[in-house]
C-alpha cells in the first residue's frame, strides 16, 4: 500500500475530477496553484469554479447507539489548517472525492455546509429526526453534476 501526503492526496482528487468530467464530456482543466478553487469546469461558454475536497476513507462516527463509519468533509474551510472560509463568489460547485472507492460527490455552494458526512456507498442509509424534523445521510454518488446544472 502506498503511502500519500495530504498534498498527493489532494492533487489525486483534483485529477479524478477533471478525468471524470472529461469523461461525461465537459472541458475541465486543473487551476493555478494559489487560487480559491482546483479546477475550471466550462459548460456551454460558461465557466464554473470548481473546489475539490478530498478524503482518504471513512472514519468512525459516534452515534448513539453504536458507532458507523463516514465521510467527514470539511468543505467550507480553506487555507493552511482551514483557518479561513470560502466566500460567496469564491466556488460555484464543490466536488467532494472518496479516495478509496473513487466516488465523486458534486455540490452548488449554496447546499454545502461547513461539515458534512457522507455514507460509504455500501452503507446503509440512515434517517434520524433532528429537531422534529427528518435527516437523511446520503451517499456521495446521490449528489450528481447533472442534479445541479
Known amino acids: 500500500m502506498i503511502t500519500l501526503n495530504d498534498t498527493q492526496v489532494g492533487k489525486v482528487g483534483e485529477y479524478l475530477v477533471c478525468a471524470d468530467l472529461i469523461l461525461k464530456g465537459y472541458i475541465a482543466f486543473p487551476s493555478e496553484q494559489g ?33 458507523t463509519e463516514k465521510y467527514c468533509v470539511n468543505i467550507r474551510r480553506c487555507g493552511k489548517g482551514g483557518r479561513k472560509s470560502y466566500e460567496e463568489n469564491d466556488v460555484d460547485i464543490f466536488a467532494i472525492v472518496a479516495l478509496d472507492t473513487k466516488t465523486i460527490a458534486y455540490l452548488k455552494t449554496s447546499e454545502a455546509k461547513q461539515t458534512m458526512f457522507f455514507l460509504p456507498e455500501d452503507g446503509i442509509v440512515a434517517k434520524k429526526k433532528h429537531g422534529g424534523i427528518t435527516v437523511k445521510c446520503k451517499k456521495l454518488s446521490d449528489y450528481k453534476l447533472e442534479n445541479i446544472l
Open 35 to 67: 487560487l480559491h478553487y482546483d479546477v475550471v469546469l466550462s459548460i456551454k461558454n460558461k465557466l464554473y469554479k470548481v473546489q475539490v475536497k478530498t478524503t482518504r476513507k471513512p472514519i468512525p462516527v459516534p452515534q448513539r447507539k453504536n458507532r
